[in-house]
């Protein structure tokens, strides 16, 4: 067996979703719990928390899949005319057929004019764009191009602590250097290039530090990066020529007033062609996040920026050996980035839709952030944007201690334990990282308003009889 | 950059082919040419060559992704009965929400029902299912898994040549050591235990050699194994300490007459416990081939057999990284695994639309064996079944030469002429390996009868004036 596999580790699914699984099971048997249904806060699946699918997305996938629905005047213009669009860039006019593997021409078109509005007119071209089975698949196959070299020339990927567990997880299969930098949790999970320094100094011992990784907005840790910030961080790259990965599928998912998402794209072409016509760099969009919460059709694109035209060869080949990422999520992705115009019939619906689920993650970033502060030993930074509250639990010693005996890390019997008392999934800090000696758990924001009042007061109740028990 | 990204190949998407879409794009620019559109039949792309998808199919994946359908009266109760089954086992009754990384466990039931009807009754276990992202991602996981060690103890894995291209790219990737055995062309393609021995044992050498690939019914030669073909193979990988990777994608694209598939698995649960108890084995299944031809989805799944659990917990772990296969080609499968049935009311439709996409195949496969055979130089195994031809032809050694000088193989050569002169675009033999001194090409037997005709006469039009331009 493949021993890089052994090292994989991937929190979010990892043992405490397993048990949660089983107690599902189990109360589906009639086994008695102390509650009747399992709340899983564990991973960022807005339509299985309950988050209703956006109409028009929906009408246009319908009409692609069973085209005889094109005759149905039951859907609107403008729906068919974007299915017809679609379909009429299928080979056989059918989303049966296998696309380009680097994806729909035409799709990457509206992709490349979307970032370009996004970005206020900074030019994108479709030859730049990937379009990718979930943004999982793009940044795999990106740092798999990017990773070589063995023993001290082994590529390093700095990635921050916390992080998205995906990442080490992808550098433990591909036997690359994983190069921590932590996120300030004093200034509210706020990036410093000084720790970035510190942290490539000392990685240059044993490896070649060719690639930073940075999500933005953050998950586990829901923090928005000022322009300041990533600017400093491009700078950063240029002097160290670090190839830039930015994972921005939370760019919809801005909450705190003051906040705003910044693309790395953006910043860089404003800082002058010194920069971007020099920085490498690839950025991830996803269909899973912001107001579409369309996990399951793994739906995604990358931009790539200033790539070495061989190694873009390069890449080309190695997405064709999959054949092409599916298409019914090219198809949503060709939605999300060209949606419902102010002329166009569905454009009220979508936009009351739209706005109505962002209010409401606005509305549950502030309530979590408020009612973890006013517990006893939880401290909760704001949730600036993404989906995730990343709140520093204060364990008793003895609670360490028992942890230890029982062969876990402490956060992790923590969160066992809540999930066999509470019958609420959260993840432990651990499966994300965290500074040595602090403890944290990462919950989603995802769960309809009133289900997330119980599930905080839950926490609320738990945490305090867990700290008085180990007292 | 990773060197072993450098030495993938995948000629099915090669030169070739981006030399037809530039093709395609100078002729709707009005840029004359000696025809008037590239018929690509480099790829077992059944939509793109017209086939139509089957209604059933499509009406169900309209109704998961739109579920407001579901009050339509237009849509057969049972496509509604398989949509609500299927949304109710997603989260939030939604295809948008992630499903377990192993896939929707009760389409994972399905697909062990559907297996053990196929295999005459032999037990099925869902938790041996894996669903996947197309069979590609299902392969390229399993050899993933397998693949270790340094220098000579580095993994051997055996694949045929010819062999579809994703084995010897996957193996490139992983940086595995690839060990050739020969399909014999003068028995039509079969397969001979003395020829894996003599690879094998050369491969000793210099490797260790623990999978053995197959592919049933095979792509790119179009052969059926036997039954006895199969019991040898078995027996030889029980012998060798073997795992056994059976690609049975064509499973339902038999056409010769006298030949039946057999799956891997029912033989070697029929040569008694001590094969069926200690051979480890996955076999592969696929949406995009078969009568459904629905390859944009990204359907299939794997089934593992007598894998160690360990292993197989590391196999689970690894799939949560990517965290979910697509839900709609979830969906698909299920319903591919779970047709309509003689009682329903889609049940004669459906028969009627699967039957004859079959039978058009059937009638493909004759029509192209009988053709080429007429062709001097052109020798051509018949199509016993998959979707492809890989006949065999002589080039004269002037075209040999000319090649070389081009700086090109010489079936590169054969095909890029046809491209530009005819418009058809194959695939040359050297993209799937060959022996040695002689040349091939692949082309699908998907073009509607018609068309196919027209394909057939080209080429041998071109193949004797080439052959007569270099005599
Ligand atoms: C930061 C980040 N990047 C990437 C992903 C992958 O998402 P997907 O593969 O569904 O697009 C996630 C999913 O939660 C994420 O949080
Ligand atoms: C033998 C074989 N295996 C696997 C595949 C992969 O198919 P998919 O990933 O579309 O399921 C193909 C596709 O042509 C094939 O021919």
């Not at 300030?184 to 070649?208: F, G, I, P, T």
């Not at 064709?320 to 019914?328: F, G, I």
């Not at 704001?382 to 890390?409: N, S, W």
């Not at 599930?455 to 007292?471: A, G, P, Y």
Request: proline share 6%; hydrophobic share 35%.
């Amino acid at each position: 067996m493949n021993p890089n596999v052994k090292r994989v580790e991937y929190a979010v699914r990892g043992p405490i979703v397993q048990r949660a699984v089983q107690i599902e099971k189990e109360l589906k048997e009639g086994v008695k719990k102390p509650f009747t249904e399992v709340i899983k806060a564990n991973i960022g699946d807005a339509h299985a928390m309950g988050q209703k699918p956006i109409t028009f997305l929906r009408q246009v996938l319908a009409l692609c899949s069973y085209p005889e629905l094109l005759e149905d005047n039951k859907f609107p213009e403008d729906a068919k005319k974007r299915a017809q669009r679609i379909l009429d860039s299928c080979g056989g006019h059918s989303i049966g057929a296998y696309s380009a593997s680097q994806g729909i021409e035409c799709i990457r078109q509206d992709v490349a004019r979307y970032i370009e509005r996004r970005d206020s007119g900074i030019p994108s071209s479709p030859d730049n764009i990937y379009l990718s089975t979930g943004a999982s698949d793009a940044i795999v196959t990106m740092l798999k191009l990017l990773v070589c070299g063995e023993g001290r020339s082994r590529t390093g990927v700095m990635i921050s602590i916390p992080q998205y567990p995906l990442y080490s997880a992808a550098l433990a299969d591909l036997g690359a250097v994983q190069i921590s930098y932590y996120l300030d949790e004093d200034k509210c999970w706020s990036l410093d290039v000084a720790e970035l320094r510190r942290a490539l100094n000392a990685a240059r011992q044993h490896c070649n530090p060719r690639v930073l990784c940075i999500i933005n907005p953050g998950n586990p840790t829901g923090q928005v990066q000022s322009r300041q910030c990533i600017e400093d961080v491009i700078r950063f790259a240029k002097e160290e020529h670090l190839f830039l990965m930015a994972d921005e599928v939370y760019q919809d998912n801005v909450y705190a007033e003051g906040c705003k998402f910044h693309s790395f794209k953006k910043v860089l072409f404003e800082m002058g062609p010194e920069y971007s016509s020099t920085v490498e760099m690839a950025s991830f969009h996803s269909t899973s996040k912001c107001y579409m919460g369309e996990c399951g059709f793994r739906g995604g694109y990358m931009e790539v920026i200033n790539m070495d035209p061989e190694v873009k060869a390069q890449l080309t080949k190695l997405v064709s050996v999959r054949l092409c990422p599916p298409v019914p999520g090219q198809a949503l992705l060709d939605l999300v980035v060209n949606p419902p115009q102010p002329d166009e019939p569905s454009y009220t619906t979508f936009i009351k839709e739209r706005t109505a689920v962002l209010a409401a993650l606005a509305e549950k970033a502030r309530l979590t952030e408020e009612i973890f502060n006013t517990v006893p030993g939880i401290t909760c930074n704001p949730v600036q944007g993404a989906m995730y509250t990343f709140p520093r639990i204060t364990l008793p010693q003895k609670a360490i201690d028992k942890a230890k005996e029982e062969g876990q890390v402490p956060d992790m019997y923590y969160c066992m334990r809540l999930l066999e008392e509470e019958g609420i999934c959260l993840v432990p800090g651990s499966g994300f990282g965290q500074r040595e000696g602090t403890f944290h758990f990462r919950m989603t924001i995802l769960p309809p308003i009133e289900k997330l009042k119980v599930v905080l007061q839950k926490i609320r109740e738990f945490h305090l009889r867990f700290t008085q028990e180990f007292s």
